[in-house]
């Protein structure tokens, strides 16, 4: 399997292939709009814009399998991540990243990078880096902060 053969439809209904993405540095994260990880948008948003003309990609996977915290609709979730922390980077669906309907793309990042217990995801905010030619590089925790990230990302851009 190959992350550029799989595709995610965004919050607007379009389906986009990962391929898209191609010579982009990816981040990936799984998202939830009432969690105390929420204010890790504002990071990922200063990540994004400080490196998006070099080539750094951010994209958001709104999930409601932790304590139920993304709830609202693809409408809702646009609108709070653009008010409250100006959002830029491509938001997708809700999706699940755990169990039977687990989304594609997660069941091909925890199947390249397992965490410390295994390979489910743990809570909302757990980030994943793909370098520029497809190759996962790093998963990181939910409380790792955006900014914790900023040297790898610079030093794979």
Known sequence: MNFYNLKATLLNGKTVAMEQ????????????????????YEGLENLYQKYKDQGLVILGFPCNQFGKQESGTSDEIQEFCQINYGVSFPMFEKIEVNGNNTHPIFKYLK??????FGSKIKWNFTKFIIDKNGKTVKRFVPITKPEKMEKLIKKIL
């Open 111 to 116: 199947s390249k990078l397992g965490g410390c």
């Open 21 to 40: 993405y191609k010579g982009k540095t990816i981040i990936i994260v799984n998202t939830a709009s009432k969690c105390g990880l929420t204010p890790q």
